[in-house]
């Protein structure tokens, strides 16, 4: 391995630093590969009341780019022939029930992996730790409404994923956290990734961090997911691990010994569009557990993962070699950091540029047509006009989140939050953010046959819009 000369590393810590600082984030690492060159950097403590110096070894959530591994374990198994990714998920799992009968019967596999299950995907219960937690969770799965047919729209799918690695646990006849480290974490080298809270705490990891009261940060309790969150987000590893993984998936599928883990040509597959989502938050595309944006005439190929107070943000270009790793400590600032990071680094690397599309003044009348309360399980917006041509969204916390987000599982005190946004201009019913730790990310408004708004694709997700 080549090792980029210290000046590069140490302009990379001082962007860290920079960002760190600007958008009140206590811990970051960064990782970053470009032409067979690797550069660290890593920058502030662990917590605010026990703050320790992050290094490259220091273990951050993941969240849900851990949705990769699970991805990546279901191309392992298609290629040894055990499952069909265009197979129904019930030739695996015949118990499986949910409220849609049609649903039940034909989502695939496919479909978990590139959400478009089209049940509602934001469901957090706590199915306890023991290894039928998976089990518990899917039996479930049957009070979740079916908002689309599967295959027939994008919204991020938590629970896909949970019911993706499910499936893992059946096909291989163990859990699913012990087929990772068999098929993965193992043959890649991956020491310093984990699932267990009694693996993670005899080493140095991070807390996540929210805003407090009083306008500074405080240490986001609980520290945990519970253990059905594996397959969509529940990861824990350093940013060498992290990187390692990018690296993996820009080459020829070897592992650390240099021994075959996936075939080549399953790693492309999974990089291919098999959806487009055009002015959705995550991108124009999605591939396989990989989602994908359209910038300079190539994909760039990423996942974010977002925990309690943790932001993490991985992504590459296979033709430019390139890949960066960021994991942070807080949220929301995190999440203004990785996307300014990210944009600088690629920008210096390989001149390609990111820029936000930008909003535009209309006249309030015409915008009234979006205006409305939007809703599905896990988030609820209402949206309405402003004088100044623009739009306002208003974002109502879901009670299930904030309980799980709650050392003593009651519903604590919040207020919702709030962004403005404009019309994308050139682009029908796309809209872009203005403002905040949300800034230049896009959706859109779904019309149906009659061309009446009825859904909101808001973060990733699709909510119908209520009636009235």
Request: with cysteine; hydrophobic share 40%; glycine share 12%.
């Amino acid at each position: 391995m080549n090792v980029t000369s210290p000046i590069k590393d140490l302009k990379l810590l001082d962007l860290l630093a920079e960002l760190a600082d600007e958008f009140d984030v206590p811990g970051v690492a960064a990782g970053m590969w470009h032409a067979g060159q690797v550069s660290f950097a890593c920058h502030g403590v662990t917590s605010i009341e026990n703050p320790l110096p992050v290094d490259e070894h220091t273990l951050f959530q993941a969240g849900s780019i851990g949705k990769t591994f699970t991805a990546t374990a279901l191309l392992m198994l298609a290629e040894a022939g055990r499952v069909e990714l265009g197979a129904p998920v019930r030739r695996y799992l015949p118990e499986l029930r949910l409220a849609d009968a049609k649903a039940e019967a034909e989502v695939t596999l496919l479909q978990l992996l590139n959400h478009t299950a089209g049940w509602e995907g934001d469901f957090f219960p706590d199915t306890g730790e023991g290894d039928d937690a998976l089990a518990r969770y899917v039996a479930s799965l049957d009070a979740l409404a079916q908002l689309t047919p599967p295959g027939a729209a994008v919204s991020y799918n938590n629970a896909a994923f949970c019911l993706a690695g499910r499936v893992i646990e059946i096909v291989t006849g163990d859990t699913y956290e012990h087929v990772i480290r068999r098929l993965i974490l193992r043959p890649l080298g991956l020491r310093e990734s984990f699932f267990f809270r009694d693996d993670v705490m005899t080493r140095r990891f991070v807390v996540g961090h929210r805003p407090s009261a009083d306008g500074g940060l405080q240490v986001a309790r609980p520290w945990t997911l519970p253990r059905n969150g594996a397959p969509a987000g529940g990861i824990v590893t350093s940013i060498t691990d992290l990187l390692t993984w990018a690296r993996f998936h820009l080459g020829d599928g070897r592992g650390a010994d240099g021994r075959h883990v996936l075939i080549e040509s399953g790693l492309r597959t999974m990089r291919a569009p098999t959806v487009q989502m055009p002015g959705s938050a995550f991108g124009d595309a999605l591939g396989i557990g990989w989602m994908l944006s359209g910038i300079g005439g190539e994909w760039l190929v990423g996942h974010d993962g977002s925990t309690n107070g943790q932001e993490a943000s991985l992504s590459f270009l296979p033709e430019q070699d390139w890949a960066l790793a960021l994991m942070t400590n807080s949220s929301p600032g995190g999440l203004a950091l990785n996307r300014i990071a990210r944009r600088r680094v690629l920008a210096a690397c390989t001149g390609i540029v990111e820029e936000d599309p930008r909003p535009e003044s209309v006249a309030p009348e015409t915008l009234g047509v979006y205006a409305g309360e939007y809703r599905a399980r896990g988030m609820r917006c209402r949206v309405g006009v402003d004088q100044g041509g623009g739009l306002r969204f208003t974002l109502h916390n879901d009670p299930e989140l904030l309980a799980m987000m709650s050392e003593n599982g009651e519903v604590p005190p919040s207020q919702p939050a709030n962004f403005q946004a404009g019309l994308v201009a050139g682009h029908a019913d796309r809209y872009v953010f203005a403002d905040g730790p949300a800034q230049g990310l896009t959706g859109t408004f779904i019309r149906d046959g009659d061309a009446r708004v009825r859904a909101l694709h808001l973060f990733g997700r699709r909510l119908p819009r209520l009636a009235g």
